[in-house]
């Protein structure tokens, strides 16, 4: 890690489990509890940089295996790195890869050196190492690498899950010994549901010690309780003063839990890859905007948003873009989407940060994760 860099973590308030704080990087700071949208090929899917500001978003994930693949990390190295290739000026976390690895690629095979595998865009072979994984992430400019780590799938036994704890601290030592990159990289903490293999896992890495800690290995189909559970467990086992990241989660209501619980810093599809389904988070419950029932209704989207979509556009108008397959619905209903995830981590942190946030969580629950509120 370059001693100069301007990577820092300070805790601003806390309340219970919950705390408030600010992230800062070379590229800007970031006010957690944040939630990163998912840049997946380097770009959020169908907004700008400015809608994404505009959202009220500070930090993206962009992802590694992707970005590597095509158009490929020397490439986006010559053109001046992720940032500037995707004019995002902001901070940028990249993954490791191997998630995607594991998901999207075939002919995957795991040893103690790495994953090799082919890609799922035209079967080449190649092989992800700790090493090679800082290197990607090295050369896209990352102000936060995260380090190559196994992921056991759900179910698991113990003995698979134990194993995995230990090739991913090996895995983490190798990846911290090889970074040479602009940002900071991440540990990531894994242990399935044992509380046991949890805190060696968390232990093991906080002795090679490293900037941020992530908790990996969730949402991996496990019930919300289990998630809830093991994010909380976790969180508290890492130390006050860095960032956690919770890998993956969720639904809004997952995120109120691991807020809850500890955690600063989140990333998920849901309300982009939501967004293009029709399917829209509300202050008053969760909208599918394509039911006949919206095709006369002239309110927004959500009375209580802010956002672009909210101001100028109707049901009506968005259910008729969806159904028409107007491209447009992509881009109208991913910027409210985000705009409400963005606006629930801004009043989590007011909360927070205002001591009130046991109470806020519980007017959340009781009306926040509403079903369809009409009909
Ligand atoms: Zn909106």
New binding site residues.
């Given amino acids: 890690m370059d001693a100069l860099s301007p990577f820092s973590f300070r805790l601003l308030a806390a309340d219970g489990g919950a705390r408030a704080g600010r992230l800062a990087t070379a590229h800007g700071e970031v006010a957690t509890p944040a939630f990163m949208p998912v840049g997946t090929q380097a770009t959020v899917k169908a907004v700008t940089p400015e809608d994404l500001r505009a959202c009220g978003a500070e930090i993206l994930l962009c992802n590694t295996y992707h970005l590597y693949l095509r158009p490929g990390h020397e490439l986006i190295r010559e053109l001046g790195g992720l940032h500037r290739f995707m004019h995002w000026d902001g901070p940028i976390l990249t993954d490791s890869g191997g998630f995607q690895v594991f998901s999207l690629s075939s002919l995957r095979r795991i040893d103690e050196e790495g994953v090799r595998f082919r890609s799922h865009l035209d079967g080449s072979a190649h092989a992800l190492t700790p090493e090679k994984s800082m290197e990607i992430q090295a050369a896209l400019g990352s102000d936060v690498a995260m380090v190559l780590d196994e992921c056991p799938p759900l179910p698991s036994s113990r003995e698979e899950v134990e194993e995995a704890v230990r090739r991913t601290t090996a895995w983490a030592a190798r990846s911290l010994e090889a970074y040479r990159g602009p940002g900071v990289p991440f540990g990531i903490v894994q242990g399935g549901t044992y509380a046991d293999l949890r805190e060696r896992s968390a232990r093991d890495l906080m002795t090679l010690g490293f900037p941020g800690y992530a908790i990996g290995g969730v949402s991996v189909g496990e019930p919300p309780e289990a998630i809830a559970t093991v994010a909380r467990t976790t969180a508290a086992l890492l130390p006050e003063d860095r960032p956690r990241y919770l890998m993956g989660v969720g639904r809004p209501q997952d995120l109120v839990e691991a807020v809850a619980g500890g955690c600063d810093l989140f990333d998920c599809v849901m309300p982009t890859r939501n967004a293009r389904n029709g399917a829209l988070f509300t202050s008053e419950g969760r909208i599918n905007i394509k039911r006949e029932q919206y095709r006369r209704d002239e309110r ?3 009375p209580a ?3 672009e ?2 101001r100028h556009y109707s049901r009506a108008y968005l259910r008729h873009l969806y159904v028409s397959n107007e491209i447009l619905a992509s881009r109208l209903h991913t ?2 989407n985000l ?2 995830y963005l606006g629930l981590m801004s009043r989590m942190r007011e909360a927070i940060a205002e001591g009130r946030f046991e109470a806020w969580r519980h007017v959340f629950h009781a009306k926040g994760t509403a079903p369809e509120s009409e009909g």
Wanted: glycine share 0%; with cysteine.
């Fill in positions: 927004p989207l959500d948003c802010s956002c979509t909210c910027v409210h705009a409400y």
